[in-house]
């Protein structure tokens, strides 16, 4: 199994912005103290209006203000929802286009073979930087997911790449630096 770096295509990727001033202050307050610290916003969320920049590019994922917070387009949500569990939230959003989908992860995975993976990390165990990350793909539930050690990144299997080429989705970019093998 192959696990990557969730990261969006910047070279061919249209921005979703927050038209609404009122509606991007509460968001971002909520993608700050909650979101990106893995923290359910469910009670609190409402569908929040977003837009395209310009070019006006159709994308199945999307990054919010680059801050790790990812929306799917309403074909990339059919064909992944099946394989999400209870540690995504999918949260609906408006657009002029349809329904957009935010993934909040409210969960993080404890899979790091730390033994078997080269990293420099902060004395809490944050990883700063990382030359090679083991992970044990049996304790892996969900093919989104985050791990304790890089709490701000969000990792995804070679499952949901699978389906990014099968079905031709647009906007994650795979490279050779942005993976992480498991070799259990």
Sequence with gaps: MTIYELSIDGDNATSLDFPIQD???QFLLLAEEKITNNLSVKAQWQE????KKEPKIDMDFNDIN???VYIISPRAYELLYPLF???VEVLPLK???GTYFLLNIIQT???LDKENSVYTALPGGQILEYENLSIDPQKITCPLFRIPELPYTVLITDQIQDIFYLHQLKGLHFTENEFVTSDF
């Excluded at 929040?48 to 837009?51: E, T």
Aim: charged share 40%.
């Design 23 to 25: 509606e991007q202050e």
């Design 48 to 51: 929040f209006l977003v837009l």
């Design 66 to 68: 680059d801050m790790g």
């Design 85 to 87: 569990d209870d540690s």
């Design 95 to 97: 657009s002029d286009d």
């Design 109 to 111: 995975t404890d899979c």
